[in-house]
């Protein structure tokens, strides 16, 4: 089986962090955001990835490579010379997508579910059309596709509205898909082409496109505050199975649960870490530190005392003795948060260093 995954676009939304890292590598849960797609295609048999992107392929090549041999998929890259939008990617894909005559994947970067691709597959296969769209329900779904039913069915799409102005319904498009290569053909070769302003639309006239409801969480993480809670809803998952990956309710650090630590982190003495912290390679944590509801990216440090909270802090950075961090703070990489410093809502932009407190949210450059 095949699978595409869109991976362009700037990642804007995602700044600081996408200023030295393309959004796909960026460490969600202490992995590259796209290896969970990847790891979940590759165990329902998917053997081809192709990654459609327009920028940056030098860094994405060698950081995927590592990980194409571990779970045995082959990572082919389509280099867009001008970006093509969410349908001109699969055209330029096309002698993959369409090297057999099999259904294929087609997923958001950066979307984050359990990825219950299996049940896709069957569902797919048992209505037999053209295409079949996850679905999921939002409660602000004006950021989102939205699509509403037939009336009196089930799963068959009467409309698809790309960002409605107007309230149209709640059910919105997961950016996960599973086409057959009869879409293909509905996209004009090197065209910038939208799959939900353009392809979608035409699927749906001939009323040839499903949608499949999720169980579970599910968020799109392309930006901060998103990212972060979209790290909540997965640590918590993660704890319902009892997984593993998470560190031990019963180490001495561990405050309320759902928290995940790197083996190569180094944790001070008296730390009160969690709920929902995500600590990456490398990092360093000082005494009596405390934590909640944050990522550490690789390489990090945070000195004693200090307190954070709803916050990204980028690779390499350091958080200053007794600072304060928290209401989405974003910091780039390589940043320096002076001691007793205290950033609220800051968004901090790499290899800056913060002497003077941030009171309100603002984008230091
Ligand atoms: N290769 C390539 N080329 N990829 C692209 C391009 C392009 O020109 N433009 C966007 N992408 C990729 C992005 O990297 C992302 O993975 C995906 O396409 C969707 O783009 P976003 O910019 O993240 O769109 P969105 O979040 O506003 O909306 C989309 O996702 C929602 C779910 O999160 C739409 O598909 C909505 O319908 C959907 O509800
Ligand atoms: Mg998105």
Redesign the pocket.
């Known amino acids: 089986m095949k699978a595409l995954i869109?991976?362009?676009?700037f990642g804007t939304r995602l700044r600081p962090l996408t200023l030295t890292m393309p959004?796909p590598l960026v460490e969600f849960a202490n992995k590259p955001m796209i290896m969970h797609q990847i790891e979940a295609l590759a165990k329902v048999g998917v053997t081809d990835v192709v990654l459609?992107?327009?920028y940056r392929p030098e860094i994405m090549e060698r950081v995927l490579k590592e990980y194409e041999a571990s779970c045995g998929v082959k990572i082919h890259f389509s280099l867009?010379p001008e970006?093509?939008?969410?349908a001109g990617?699969l055209k330029l894909a096309e002698d993959i997508l369409a090297k057999d005559d099999s259904p294929f994947f087609v997923l958001?970067?950066?979307?984050t579910c359990e990825f219950p691709f299996q049940d896709l597959i069957d569902f797919h296969n048992s209505h037999g059309d053209e295409g079949t769209i996850v679905v999921t329900k939002v409660e602000e779904p004006s950021?989102?596709?939205v699509i509403v039913h037939k009336p009196n069915h089930a799963s068959r799409i009467d409309r698809f509205v790309?960002k409605p102005v107007e309230f149209v319904g709640n059910r919105?498009?997961?950016?996960l898909y599973m086409l057959n290569t009869s879409v293909l053909s509905r996209i004009e070769k090197n065209k910038p082409t939208s799959i939900?302003q353009e392809t979608f639309p035409a699927i749906v006239r001939d009323g040839k496109l499903h949608s499949f409801d999720l169980e579970g969480f599910w968020m799109?993480v392309?930006q901060p505050k998103d990212f972060l809670t979209g790290t909540c809803l997965y640590l918590s998952s993660l704890a319902k199975k009892g997984s593993k990956l998470l560190a031990s309710p019963s180490e001495n650090y561990v405050y309320g649960g759902n928290v995940m630590v790197d083996e190569t982190a180094k944790i001070g003495k008296n730390c009160r870490i969690g709920p929902n912290v995500v600590i990456g390679k490398n990092v360093v944590i000082g005494d009596g530190v405390r934590l909640q509801r944050c990522t550490l990216l690789p390489g990090s440090k945070v000195k004693d005392h200090a307190w954070i909270k709803s916050t990204i802090v980028g690779w390499n950075s350091t958080v200053g003795k007794w600072a304060r961090l928290e209401n989405v703070t974003v910091l780039g990489d390589d940043v320096t948060i002076g001691d007793e410093i205290y950033v609220n809502g800051g968004s901090v932009l790499p290899h800056k260093s913060i002497k003077a407190n941030v009171d309100v949210p603002a984008i230091i450059m």
């Open positions: 869109l991976v362009g676009g959004k459609a992107v327009n867009e970006p093509l939008g969410t990617p958001n970067s950066d979307v950021k989102y596709g790309e919105i498009n997961a950016g939900e799109d392309g």
